[in-house]
């Protein structure tokens, strides 16, 4: 009787939103990475700042609680992706703002500008780019790379390997010695 008790509060703590303070917290764990992840995916600071608010504000709305830690990381990165992009498919960013990202594209606009590593990952292919970040920036494994963004795991091997590449290639064009 007791664990049936147990189960049905357990069941009810799932079902409720989360509070103020508990979003609070999840901003300060996860905030930065989903900040970078937007930041990576769309390459500007402005863009970046407008879909980590949108996350938060679906998290905010949510009815009820996600599985545990992972969970939230994992539900979190794929929203970032989905966020970015529904911006990518919007009317306005394809009919105006797509000629000035290239026009405006600095390095005011940069996260780590100071870092050449990370300037050359954002200059890669957007399915380069994303997975690089992922796997170097946020740790996550090939299999959980490949859950998230729904693709085979060989895909995204492959990706990551000639990324290494590009990367290799730019930083040996850029006068760094290279050394796996």
């Given at each position: 009787?007791?664990?049936?008790?147990?189960e049905e509060e357990v069941l009810m703590e799932n079902q409720r939103a989360y509070s103020t303070a508990e979003i609070e917290d999840m901003v300060k764990q996860?905030?930065?990475?989903?900040?970078?992840?937007?930041?990576?995916?769309?390459?500007?600071?402005?863009?970046?700042?407008?879909?980590?608010?949108?996350?938060?504000?679906?998290?905010?709305?949510?009815?009820?609680?996600?599985?545990?830690?992972?969970?939230?990381?994992?539900?979190?990165?794929?929203?970032?992706?989905?966020?970015?992009?529904?911006?990518?498919?919007?009317?306005?960013?394809?009919?105006?703002?797509?000629?000035?990202?290239?026009?405006?594209?600095?390095?005011?606009?940069?996260?780590?500008?100071?870092?050449?590593?990370y300037t050359l990952v954002l200059k890669l292919p957007d399915k380069y780019r994303v997975i690089v970040h992922l796997y170097y920036y946020e740790e996550f494994?090939?299999?959980?790379?490949?859950?998230?963004?729904?693709?085979?795991?060989?895909?995204?091997?492959?990706?990551?390997?000639?990324?290494?590449?590009?990367?290799?290639?730019?930083?040996?064009?850029?006068?760094?010695?290279?050394?796996?």
């Open positions: 009787m007791d664990s049936i008790i147990l996860y905030g930065n990475m989903v900040f970078r992840l937007a930041f990576v995916k769309m390459k500007r600071k402005e863009s970046a700042d407008d879909i980590f608010q949108e996350v938060f504000i679906k998290l905010i709305k949510l009815r009820s609680r996600l599985d545990g830690h992972e969970h939230e990381k994992a539900w979190l990165i794929k929203t970032t992706l989905n966020c970015c992009k529904d911006i990518w498919k919007s009317a306005w960013v394809r009919h105006v703002v797509y000629e000035q990202l290239d026009s405006t594209n600095d390095d005011s606009d940069t996260v780590e500008k100071d870092n050449p590593v494994s090939i299999k959980e790379i490949s859950v998230m963004l729904k693709m085979n795991g060989n895909t995204v091997s492959t990706r990551l390997k000639r990324a290494r590449e590009i990367l290799k290639k730019e930083l040996v064009k850029g006068g760094f010695d290279y050394e796996i």
